[in-house]
Structure formats: structure tokens, C-alpha cells
């Protein structure tokens, strides 16, 4: 009892003498949206001695908006649309600036069935309604530590399969429909099974328009916005010489309540009275052993295994000429089982697993307003990976022969003059695109994100930091969340100093 109340007292008096005595130098590993935050809330409060280490060779993170096609007009590899206006701190700090627009209100999917047929607009509402309005808090079902597969699989049955049970041809298309039901989940939690994702959440979503974009600015604009660069260049904060790119750290030794040491693969070391550690779930997965000196103990590898993380891919392709209509908005694929086990054959190109063919992994295409002539491919599931390592000029022929399969009868269908494709859950900086609470996890009643987000601590001082989507309890998985994390993190080293 004695001996903790001494070390508190302690080193409550080293921090006053901190307070009045020096500017606290700080390090922010990763130079993504929340390190971006942390950095301009930082100098914004006079805190100036900082660097921030970046892995790539470019700022950003999961926000990676190039320009393509049509000069000056970005499109995103990874985050792409700010979801909901209030409670929303990106939707906050653009909502003056008249660069944000939603997508069209109205965004049925045109539903095609790879005979070729578009199925009817009826029966898709209906399947969408199912597929994306299933609640997991429906008081029917006592959902504590279930996942969402298991959910969705009682709700369809009672429901909609029911209804159809004796129209044979209604009835085979639902039970096709299971794989595209599940992509769909998949695409919004950024799992590879949604076995693995629980049914209950945590995530609040912000009211509003879900689907605003950037008007062919691309998701970067936010950057712009932090630092102050945008709308007016001149304001923009002194951050350019505080980042390090192609700098990936590779130990971070805290033992001291002095400094913490910062190793990068180059063997450089840099100290500092905190850091901030911003990348993501996936890399703590996989680099928490090799970063952490001491390492990680319980609660804090516990978090790391419960929080989930697994991959969708984009492929983003551009047409010289629009060959779609004004009102589509997103075309959406459903495999009868005959063609599901034929196509491998059909198109013997690229992966194939389970004699089944990556494209089956194309779940949906949508069109990108602000950015004429451009369709972006969602692909889902554990297939992921290996497409990722897939020649573009594959997957352009794949998504061509995908195209003229399914909607050929309805459309002129030209060839893509440009194609882009992601690589998330390859690259060891990222491994994976965003975090999800996995199934079961509920039951412990512990909130994962919090445990994540606890700063370690030597003597009372926090001395590593951790902000980052993932650690945020109700935003994880967006911008907005990972931004808040960020300001977050640098609100608790600001009021260290500024507070006695
Ligand atoms: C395909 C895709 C689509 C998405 N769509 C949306 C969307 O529409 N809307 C939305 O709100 N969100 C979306 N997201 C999620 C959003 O992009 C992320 O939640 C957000 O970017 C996370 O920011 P962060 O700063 O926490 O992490 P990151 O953006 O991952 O930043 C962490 C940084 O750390 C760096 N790093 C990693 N390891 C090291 C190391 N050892 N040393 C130094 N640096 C390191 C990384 O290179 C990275 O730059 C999407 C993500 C993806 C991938
Ligand atoms: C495709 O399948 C649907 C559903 O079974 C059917 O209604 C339609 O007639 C078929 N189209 C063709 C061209 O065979
Ligand atoms: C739900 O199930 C769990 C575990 O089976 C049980 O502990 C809990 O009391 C149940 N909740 C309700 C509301 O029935
Ligand atoms: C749903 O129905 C299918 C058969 O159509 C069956 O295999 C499955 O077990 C059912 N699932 C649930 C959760 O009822
Ligand atoms: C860094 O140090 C390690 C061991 O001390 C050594 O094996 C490695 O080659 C060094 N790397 C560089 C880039 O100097
Ligand atoms: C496709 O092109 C053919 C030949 O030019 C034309 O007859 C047909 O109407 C076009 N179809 C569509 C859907 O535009």
C-alpha cells in the first residue's frame, strides 16, 4: 500500500517539474488519420517537439486517394466515404467547406444473376431487405456471444425462404443468395467469415447521409484539412519537417520512465517522453513480440486476439466511355450454383481454390461520383490474399468476363483503359483494411477497444500511447473514429503539461 502511494507522489512531482521546465518531445509511429490528429493537435497546442515515423513512403494509411485517369481527379484505394454527419469529426470539420456530396440517395443494387438476367426489382428489395436490414438486437433472438452468420441464417429461414418454399425457382436463387448475404457482411465488417463476427456491436453510427464523398478529391482532402493546408495554404501547420517516411520502426523499448527508445530497421534510434503508436490491429497481430520491449501483457494481448481484423480488395477500373445509365449505382453479382462450379473452367485465369475461381469474390461494382468513366470492384472473403497478388492485366480480363457475363444482355460492355487494385492485407504495414469486434467476444462483457487504447505506463507516467481505429470503442473500422483516437492521444499528453 505504502510503496505505490510513494512512486504516485513521485512522480506526480516530476511531471509538475515537466510542466514548467521542458517541451515534452514526442513520437507518433504511423503517419495515417490518427497520427495525422495527434500531430496537428499537438502543435496546435504549442507542443512542437515531435516526429512522426512513417513505414511507406507516403502519409495517409488507409487513406490512399491517387489520381487516375482524368488529371487532377482522385480515386481511393482505401477509405472512401464519410459515414453520417453528426457525432462525425470529419463531417465537422469539412461541413463549411461545400467539398462533400452524398452519393445518390437512392441506392438499390441492380441485382444480376450470372445467367444473365437482372432479377426482378420486387424480389430484390425483398433480398436486400433481408440481407442488409437484419437486426442483431431483434428480441427474438438472444444473441450474447453468437455471430452473425448464425443470426441471419435462423432470421432468413423464418423469413423470406419461408414465404418462397414452394416456387422451386425462388427457393434455389435464396439458397444461392447465402454466399452473396454473407459477402455483403463481409464487405462491411472487413472479416473473412462472418462466423467470426458478433453479432452484437458496439459501433454507433453517426445519423445522416452514410455515403458522402469527395467530389473526385479523394478521402486525402481530410489531410488537407487537419494541417490546415486546405482551404488556405498559407495557414498550414509546420508538419512537413517533423515526418520521416520509409521509416518503419522496429523496436520500441519503454522500461524507463525517463525516455523511451525508438529503433527503425535501419538501426536509427530516437527518443522521447511518449509515443504514440497509431498502426493498426493487423500489424500488432503480427508485430506485437518483435515491437514491444518489455512486452505486451494481459489485458492488452487479450484485446489484440479479440479484436478482429481480415480484408476486402478494391479494383477500381476506368472506361472511356460510360457504357452504364445515369441511374445505376451499384450492380451486385449472384452465382447460380451451376456456373459458381463451371466458371474456373469457363475463365481458367488467376486463383482458383476449391475449384472455385477468384470471381467469385467480386461481390459488388459501384459507380464514383466526381469521377466520370470509373467502376470499383468490391472483393470479399478469405480469397482475398491471393487475388491481391494477382497480375492487374488478370484481373482486368476477369472483370471483363465478369461484366459480359452478368450484364452483357443488357449492356455494350467496353474493355477498361486503366485499372488500379489494392493490396491491403498483403502489405505488412496494414494487414488488413478494419478492425471488427469478433463473436463470443460480447460474453466477457469487456469493451476490447478500451483495453487496447490503455496507455503503458512506467512509475504513473504514460510513456506509450495507443490511438488508432481500432482502439476507438464506438467509431473502430472508420476515419472518423480513427481520428478522434488521435486527438484523444494527444489530449492526454497535453493535459500532463498543462495540468498540475
Ligand atoms: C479498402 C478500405 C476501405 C475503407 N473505407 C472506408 C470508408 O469508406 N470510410 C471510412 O471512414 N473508413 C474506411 N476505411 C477505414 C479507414 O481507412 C481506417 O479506419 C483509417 O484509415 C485508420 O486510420 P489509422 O490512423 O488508425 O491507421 P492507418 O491509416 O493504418 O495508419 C497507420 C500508419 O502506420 C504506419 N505503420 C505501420 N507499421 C509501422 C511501423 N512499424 N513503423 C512506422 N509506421 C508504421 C502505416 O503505414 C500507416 O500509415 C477503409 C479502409 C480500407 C482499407
Ligand atoms: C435466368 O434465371 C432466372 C431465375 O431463375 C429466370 O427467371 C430467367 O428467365 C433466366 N434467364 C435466362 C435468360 O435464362
Ligand atoms: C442470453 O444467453 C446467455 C448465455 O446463454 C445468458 O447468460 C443470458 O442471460 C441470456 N440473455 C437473455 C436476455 O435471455
Ligand atoms: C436454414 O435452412 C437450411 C436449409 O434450407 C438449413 O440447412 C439450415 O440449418 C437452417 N439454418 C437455421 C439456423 O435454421
Ligand atoms: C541492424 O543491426 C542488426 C543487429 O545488430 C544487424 O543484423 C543488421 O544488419 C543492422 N541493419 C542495418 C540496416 O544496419
Ligand atoms: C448495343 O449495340 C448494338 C449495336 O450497335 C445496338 O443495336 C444495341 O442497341 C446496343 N445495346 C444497348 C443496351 O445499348
Known amino acids: 500500500m505504502y510503496f505505490p502511494l510513494f ?51 507516403r502519409i495517409g494509411g488507409r ?47 441492380a441485382l444480376y444473376y450470372s445467367n444473365g438476367s437482372r432479377l426482378d426489382s420486387a424480389f430484390t428489395e425483398e433480398l436486400q431487405a433481408v440481407i442488409l436490414g437484419y437486426d442483431s ?20 429461414n423464418a423469413t423470406i425462404v ?57 478521402y486525402k482532402t481530410i489531410l488537407e484539412v ?7 495554404p498559407k495557414e498550414k501547420l509546420p508538419i512537413d519537417d517533423k515526418i520521416f517516411l520509409n521509416t518503419q520502426v ?9 525516455e523511451v527508445v525508438v529503433k527503425t530497421l535501419d538501426n536509427t534510434t530516437h527518443v522521447a517522453d511518449h509515443v504514440i503508436f497509431t498502426p493498426s490491429v493487423g500489424v500488432l497481430k503480427e508485430q506485437r513480440d518483435a515491437l514491444f520491449d518489455p512486452s505486451l501483457s494481459s489485458p492488452k494481448l487479450k484485446a489484440i486476439e479479440a479484436i478482429g481484423i481480415g480484408g476486402v480488395m478494391k479494383i477500381i477500373m476506368h472506361f472511356d466511355n460510360e457504357w452504364w445509365r445515369d441511374e445505376d449505382v451499384i450492380f451486385a453479382f449472384l452465382w447460380s450454383k451451376e456456373d459458381l462450379s463451371n466458371v474456373a473452367r469457363e475463365f481458367p485465369f488467376g486463383p482458383i481454390k476449391n475449384e472455385i475461381s477468384w470471381l467469385s469474390a467480386v461481390t459488388v461494382m459501384a459507380k464514383v461520383p466526381g469521377n466520370p468513366g470509373v467502376l470499383i470492384a468490391w472483393l470479399t472473403g478469405d480469397f482475398v490474399p491471393e487475388i491481391e497478388q494477382t497480375p492487374v492485366e488478370t484481373l482486368k480480363d476477369g472483370c471483363n468476363y465478369l461484366l459480359n457475363k452478368f450484364l452483357g444482355k443488357d449492356y455494350n460492355i467496353t474493355t ?38 490503455e496507455p503503458l505506463k512506467v512509475q504513473g507516467k504514460p510513456v506509450v500511447l495507443f490511438a488508432g481505429e481500432a482502439t476507438n470503442p464506438v467509431h473502430y473500422s472508420t476515419v472518423h473514429g480513427a ?13 500532463l503539461y498543462k495540468k498540475h
Not at 522496429?250 to 525517463?258: A, F, G
Not at 485499372?419 to 476490447?448: M, P, Q, V
Open 416 to 453: 477498361p483503359d486503366g485499372i488500379l487494385k489494392s493490396t491491403w492485407r498483403s502489405n505488412s504495414h496494414f494487414r488488413g483494411t478494419y478492425s471488427y469486434e469478433r463473436a463470443g467476444c460480447d460474453k466477457d462483457n469487456i469493451r476490447y477497444q478500451e483495453d487496447l487504447a
Open 63 to 109: 487513406i490512399n486517394s491517387v489520381e487516375f485517369s482524368e488529371s487532377g481527379k482522385f480515386v481511393d484505394l482505401g477509405a472512401e466515404y464519410c459515414h453520417g454527419q453528426t457525432n462525425n469529426i470529419v463531417y465537422e470539420l469539412v461541413k463549411d467547406l461545400n467539398i462533400l456530396e452524398p452519393i445518390s440517395q437512392d441506392f438499390s443494387p
Open 162 to 218: 419461408k414465404k418462397y418454399q414452394n416456387d422451386n425457382e425462388k427457393s434455389k436463387i435464396l439458397k444461392e443468395a447465402l454466399r452473396l448475404a454473407e459477402q455483403v457482411s463481409l464487405m462491411i465488417d472487413g472479416a473473412f467469415s462472418w462466423i467470426d463476427t458478433s453479432a452484437v456491436k458496439h459501433y454507433e453510427r453517426s445519423e445522416g447521409h452514410q455515403l458522402l464523398v469527395w467530389k473526385g478529391r479523394g
Open 137 to 156: 438486437h431483434d428480441s427474438n433472438y438472444n444473441t450474447t456471444g453468437a455471430a452473425i452468420g448464425d443470426i441471419f441464417l435462423k432470421k432468413y
Open 483 to 495: 481520428i478522434e483516437t488521435g486527438y484523444r492521444e494527444a489530449q492526454r499528453i497535453i493535459n
Open 250 to 258: 522496429s523496436k520500441i523499448t519503454w522500461s524507463s520512465n525517463n
Open 7 to 57: 512512486y504516485l507522489t513521485l512522480s506526480s512531482v516530476c511531471l509538475c517539474r515537466f510542466t514548467f521546465a521542458s517541451d515534452p518531445s514526442v513520437i507518433i509511429i504511423g503517419a495515417g488519420p490518427a497520427g495525422i490528429a495527434a500531430a496537428a493537435k499537438l502543435l496546435e497546442n504549442s507542443i512542437t517537439n515531435i516526429k512522426i515515423l512513417e513505414a511507406e513512403n
Open 226 to 232: 487537419l494541417t490546415k493546408q486546405h482551404p488556405d
